[in-house]
């Protein structure tokens, strides 16, 4: 009796799954490497949510340590995560926010209801900016040095745990923010 | 002493589920009816010992036995008993415990209502089930148990149960999830005993049929009741949020639910028998899968496990064995799989394999998007995965599924005569428009795609009562007793199909015409949100058992008139100090109105607040239950349990030694 070959398809596409859930054990999914650790950021030309007509550009990320957040209404981390944003921008940190395959009206009510802690937001409709950033999906965060170089990645919740541990030891002035971020209560892990 | 007991129990267990995967196989293989025939007092010993283990953790926790590490990590002794209890499963190794209880209970029941089905048969499946038995219990006892001891030096209380598993939703969801991945073992189970013995028949499928509807109908209920929980617990208003462990779930239900159909085909007409042992396999190494993903800390997600890569690396390998062995099976029985009937393209098996290529196109879909993170790694490309995506894909594909799904219903089996099936077909798709424009019409303007998906669940509904009406009429006698009998295998698709339609609706009405509104509010201010006011009277603190909350209280009035009054409150566990936010919720039939209190803000006394209003957020999960009963009404159709034909021995030991 001749075997069919295609009974053995299965089989093969299994020893693949299997092959690859193999490598991905142990990963560290709080740490997702990126090919830009160390790169400049990727030049860029996009509408701001804000600012009437005008355009952003990599040129935004000159002069000061910047933080990047990648949100969307559309995330619900990203809900969880804002309060957070919200005492760091009170605290000095400059942050721009990448609003990512979203509706303007849509962000622009999410800012004006929850406030806003950025000092810019890029809208990024089609995925492109964060095409080249490599984004798995939001909320990600990204430091930025004053020479526009991408220093660090974080993919999931930003809080104050993350803060510390992550963020804190890059950031220049760092003991009065980590200060601040080891009183803060509201840094437990999110659902 | 009691926790012991529990512990050596699962030992027991594990010893018996070795014995339960040899001795019947061997009989079968030998034709020896002794050993054959202890396949059922084995599994039925199993699930005993499996309850003692289950009452002795349940003991340790309602008793606050701190010495147990689990109980201490997942228990405190300020928590309600209700709670307490139900944090049997609300940790990795307790709900491992569950799973394997869950699964010596479903080879028990296989044991016990198997009568009709010959004894080499239930042997086989009884075997199959040991193994997957001894993988889940090694799994709990090497890398994680229950029962581990913290002396001599253990706390004088506990950690607590992670707040957003202290609800009532949470005490049911889990063990519903369960029973549906558990369940699929018993469809998996047959697949491969009918692999073993050559034996892919009509019969082997009645038999396979009810234990995977069932198995089915309770993941379905595992689902809705997870989609209902994350809306009302987590405060965010969504329903859904294609989350790597919501995927996880919604995996093997796609292809559970192809295998359903398939099983039909492969017992009415003994076709597609190769497809439908796939699906089987499929549908429980998905389920092995998401237990995987779960428990492996491989994917970041909202509801993980805690992480661990050597028992991923466990499962992982049980998963490798399970689904390489029985492909490997399946490779060397296919040549026996060969169809004989024929069919033609227009007949109801053609528009069966066309939604089962939906089905199974959703489901790598969904793979697919789920274990990007990882296959980005692999092939180092930068792509990202979210919600947007998923949606994509799916709004066409469940569109596509609901059309081909009520002609698969009102074709023939084999073929249908072309001129006979258009005069069927004809009359529904004017009134299908009609019924989804004025659906789309009615509730204010909805766009094109939600307006073709109204077409669609008109299209659905109109057809199946269109089809019940013609069959009560050809019925002898009246009408209503033409109705009344109907199978309940005809009643429970019926109802299950229309499930889904309502299913559909509520999805397009929340989608498209939900009221989202965050507002900064103080007490006095007033917000109106989809024509109710709602007013913001007071904030104040107020003491629960474990917990301190702010609660605040919204009267709501419709045109002066008082509808209700809501209290969302902010909750702060003492003892894990995390912050929880508690949605004030008036369900209604057509919306929901909901109100949960975001976070105090700059100015004393102010507040964000989300107010929400949801309409048809209900449908969602009044269609799934709907689909499920109509899972359990075919379970308990007639022909199930028909009174079965002799299973001499004679004709037992024949087909053993064939």
């Not at chain 2, 009054?565 to 909901?594: C, F, N, S, W």
Request: charged letters at 15%; glycine letters at 10%.
């Amino acid at each position: 009796m001749k075997r069919p070959i295609w009974a053995l398809v299965p089989l093969l596409l299994l020893l693949g799954l299997v092959v690859m859930l193999y490598n991905g054990l142990g990963r560290d999914t709080e740490t997702l490497p990126s090919q830009l650790v160390g790169q400049p950021m990727p030049p860029f030309q996009l509408p701001s949510l804000l600012g009437a007509d005008s355009e952003l550009d990599e040129s935004l990320f000159r002069g000061r340590w910047m933080l990047l957040n990648v949100w969307a209404t559309w995330c619900p981390t990203c809900y969880v995560e804002h309060p957070y944003f919200m005492q760091l921008a009170r605290e000095g940190v400059a942050i721009v926010g990448l609003n990512y395959k979203d509706q303007d009206d849509k962000a622009r009510q999410y800012l004006a209801e929850l406030g806003n802690p950025y000092t810019h937001v890029v809208v990024d409709k089609r995925g492109t900016l964060a095409m080249d950033l490599g984004v798995y999906g939001a909320p990600e965060t990204y430091l930025v040095n004053p020479e526009g170089k991408i220093m660090l990645r974080h993919a999931g919740e930003v809080n104050a745990r993350v803060w510390a541990q992550k963020f804190a030891p890059l950031w220049p002035g760092r003991e009065a923010l980590e200060q601040d971020a080891g009183r803060d209560a509201h840094g437990g892990k999110a659902p | 002493m009691t926790a012991e007991l529990g512990h050596f129990a699962v030992w027991m267990a594990l010893v018996l589920a070795l014995l339960q995967s040899v001795l019947p196989l061997i009989g079968a293989w030998r034709g020896n009816i002794a050993l054959m025939s202890t396949a059922r007092p084995l599994a039925i010993m199993q699930l005993l010992l499996l309850t003692i283990a289950l009452i002795a953790l349940g003991y340790a926790f309602y008793f606050n036995d701190f010495t147990l590490a689990y109980v201490a990590n997942h228990s405190n002794s300020a928590l309600p008993w209700g709670y307490r209890l139900s944090a049997i499963w609300g940790g990795h190794e307790g709900s491992l415990l569950l799973w394997v209880w869950m699964l010596a209970g479903w080879g028990a029941a296989v044991a016990w209502l198997s009568k009709s089905v010959p004894a080499t048969m239930v042997a086989r499946v009884l075997a199959v089930m040991g193994m997957i038995g001894i993988g889940f219990l090694s799994f709990m006892l090497f890398t994680s148990n229950p029962f581990d001891r913290l002396l001599p030096w253990f706390p004088l209380d506990g950690a607590d149960l992670n707040p957003l598993l202290q609800d009532p939703g949470l005490i049911v969801h889990p063990p519903m999830l369960y029973m549906g991945y558990v369940g699929f073992s018993v469809a998996f189970a047959f697949a491969v005993a009918g692999l073993l013995a050559g034996r892919l028949d009509p019969v082997w499928a009645r038999w396979a049929r009810p234990w995977t509807t069932i198995a089915w109908a309770f993941l379905t209920v595992g689902i809705a009741l997870g989609s209902w929980w994350a809306y009302y617990e987590l405060g965010w208003g969504g329903w859904w949020f294609w989350d790597p462990v919501e995927n996880a779930s919604l995996m093997p239900w796609l292809s559970g639910t192809a295998l359903i159909h398939s099983l039909a085909v492969a017992e009415k007409r003994n076709l597609f028998r190769a497809w439908t042992v796939l699906l089987a396999i499929l549908t429980f190494s998905l389920s092995l899968l998401g237990t995987f993903l779960v428990r492996s800390g491989i994917l970041t997600s909202v509801h993980a496990f805690a992480n661990d890569p050597e028992r991923g690396t466990f499962i992982l390998i049980f998963l490798a064995l399970v689904a390489g062995g029985s492909l490997s099976l399946f490779a060397l029985r296919a040549p026996k799989l060969k169809n004989n009937a024929g069919f033609r393209l227009l007949s109801r098996e053609s528009f069966l394999l066309g939604n089962n290529l939906l089905l199974l196109t959703a489901t790598f879909v969904v793979l697919l998007g789920t274990l990007f993170p990882l296959i980005g790694d692999a092939l180092d490309v930068r792509i990202s995965i979210s919600a947007p995506y998923f949606n994509k894909f799916f709004v066409p594909l469940t569109l596509v599924l609901m059309a081909l799904l009520s002609l698969g219903m009102i074709s023939n089996w084999k073929s249908h005569r072309g001129d006979a099936f258009r005069r069927r077909v004809l009359p529904l798709i004017p009134a299908s428009l009609v019924g989804g424009l004025l659906a789309a019409w009615l509730p204010g303007g909805t766009p094109w795609l939600g307006t073709l998906g109204f077409i669609m669940v008109a299209w659905v509904v109109l057809a199946h009562l269109d089809d019940m009406i013609r069959k009560a009429r050809a019925s002898r006698g009246s009408f209503f007793a033409g109705l009344w009998r109907l199978s309940n295998g005809y009643k429970g698709m019926v109802l299950a199909h229309c499930g889904l339609a309502l299913l559909v609706a509520g999805i397009i009405l929340v989608t498209h015409h939900e009221i989202e509104r965050d507002v900064r509010m103080v007490p006095g201010d007033t917000v109106q949100v989809g024509g109710y006011d709602f007013a913001f009277v007071d904030v104040g603190p107020r003491a629960g058992p474990n917990y301190d909350a702010m609660r605040g209280e919204f009267r709501v009035t419709r045109n002066g008139r008082a509808v209700t009054t809501m209290y969302p409150e902010k909750r702060t566990y003492r003892v894990g100090g995390q912050v929880m936010t508690q949605v004030a919720l008036r369900p209604g039939l057509i919306h929901d109105l909901y109100v949960a209190l975001g976070e105090p803000l700059d100015m004393p006394g102010a507040w964000a607040v989300r107010v929400y209003f949801k309409p048809g957020v209900r449908w969602i999960w009044a269609g799934a239950l709907l689909m499920s009963l109509g899972g359990v009404l075919a379970v308990i159709d007639k022909r199930y349990r028909r009174r079965p034909a002799r299973d001499t021995t004679a004709q037992a030991v024949a087909e053993g030694s064939a």
